[in-house]
């Protein structure tokens, strides 16, 4: 009696064909991911780009009073990453650079389990790209961040100017907010500073090329919590030379630039005075050695003047040929200590070099090493009469015929004074 054909068994042409079409079904399902994926990155890189231009863009210029321009952004869908090129804003009229900002490229990476989350972005990484920052003062003694600066302390001035609901009430900082939550868990900055000073010189012109690490960075905390952390490492540029820094430290949560806190320390390593060629000519000096150290102290945008110092150290000092007639013929010191506090708001910090220069010079060492070299160059070696100090070299100048002692202390004194004025810079 025959067999019957097993009815639940497909045949071998059937099976094939079910696989060749699951086959067919996954590989258009991709296809169709990819172009999707591909059409949102274009769509977020074309809105985005023209939202910026439209909108933002605008908004910023009339907010801060600056012209910015964007070249184009760039999205990385699946990888969580956005990145913006091209970001220039001009100098204000009266100013001989053309640009105050230039940012190559300015990258994000969120990661795609921050894309869906709410409340708060969470910023794995955040690069800033061949920055170039040109910080100018004109003839006029006018800055290039002025605008900018005023633009944002009327901003704050109008936020705290006490804004009220309908109920009386003052908003809510929810309300005022204008930026969501963000933290970047690590960021660098690879940026380069110039500094022209058309007050100084033709101009007196100073680069400054820094790599700049940061990790936990974020907008909003306690604002005397320093959670944050800044890793400074720069090189002071002249021509082919190169004088090293550091600078690190802790800073708080960022809600207003202007009332940042922060702890920093630093050094410097020795530099030749004729870097800065234009600014010591203008000082009364053609040459000599610093090195230095600085520590910033900075509390709601407050410099402590008690904590905040730049220390100098200065050597080998020689003094131009104008300045040396002035002095009579006293000789600088082998070495000289400078502290120069420095105090003010962070928008306006004030130095005061020429009250420290007094300090320095008027102090008991470094008198006593004028009055050894005064001796000395008059041919007295005696220790007794350096110990004696102002008496010594009173008796000493009076037997040469040369000025009173306190006439030769007070030349010293007023060095730099007829240049600095003693005001703050």
């Known amino acids: 009696m025959p067999q019957a054909a097993c009815p639940s068994s497909a045949s071998p042409p059937a099976a094939e064909k079910e696989k060749t079409m699951i086959r067919k ?5 991709l296809a169709l991911c990819v172009i999707l994926v591909a059409g949102i990155q274009l769509f977020l890189a074309y809105g985005l780009t023209d ?14 009073n600056a012209d910015v321009s964007i070249s184009r952004i760039s999205v990385n869908l699946l990888g969580g ?27 994000l ?21 061949d920055l170039i920052l040109n910080i100018s003062r004109n ?85 005397d919590s320093l959670s944050g952390v800044i890793n400074l490492h720069g090189n002071i540029l002249e021509n082919d030379k190169k004088c090293a820094f550091d600078l690190n430290g802790r800073i708080s949560p960022i809600a207003d630039p202007l009332l940042v806190s922060f702890d920093l320390a630093g050094s410097m390593q020795t530099i030749d005075l004729k870097t800065f060629k234009g600014l010591i000519e203008n000082i009364g000096l053609q040459e000599g050695k610093a090195s230095g150290t600085i520590t ?22 020689v003094p131009t040929k104008e300045k040396a007639d002035k002095m009579g013929g006293i000789p600088m010191p082998s070495t000289l200590n400078m502290i ?25 060492d470094t008198v006593n090493s004028i009055l050894k070299g005064i001796i000395d160059s008059k041919g ?39 240049i600095l004025g003693g005001k703050d810079k």
């Open 340 to 364: 120069i506090p420095i105090r003010g708001p962070l928008s306006n910090p004030q130095i005061n070099v020429a009250e420290a220069f007094i300090k320095s010079m008027t102090s008991e």
């Open 380 to 418: 007295a070696k005696s220790d007794g009469a350096v110990k004696d100090g102002k008496k010594a070299i009173e008796s000493e100048l009076s037997a040469t015929g040369g000025k009173e002692p306190a006439k030769k202390i007070s030349d010293v004194k007023g060095m730099f004074g007829d």
């Open 139 to 223: 003839k006029d003694g006018a800055l290039n961040l002025d605008q900018i600066l005023s633009a944002m302390q009327s901003q704050k001035s109008a936020s705290s100017s006490g804004e009220t609901s309908a109920a009386g009430q003052p908003e809510s900082g929810a309300k005022q907010r204008a930026f969501p939550n963000i933290i970047i868990k690590k960021m660098e900055i690879v940026t380069k500073l110039n500094y022209y000073d058309w007050q100084i010189g033709q101009p007196f012109k100073l680069g400054i090329e820094m790599d700049i690490q940061l990790s936990n960075i974020a907008n909003y905390g306690f604002d």
């Open 81 to 107: 990453a956005l990145n913006v090129h091209g970001i220039k804003v001009a100098n204000p009229p009266g100013f001989d650079e053309p640009l105050m900002l230039l940012v190559e490229r300015c990258g």
């Open 25 to 29: 079904i996954i590989v258009i399902a």
């Open 109 to 129: 990476k969120v990661g795609l389990p921050a894309l869906f989350k709410a409340g708060s972005a969470d910023i794995q990484k955040a690069v800033l790209k």
């Open 51 to 64: 939202s910026l231009r439209k909108w933002v863009v605008p908004a910023i210029k009339t907010k801060y």
């Open 296 to 317: 910033l102290v900075c509390r709601k945008g407050q410099f402590d003047p008690e904590k905040s110092a730049l220390r100098l150290k200065f050597s080998d000092i």
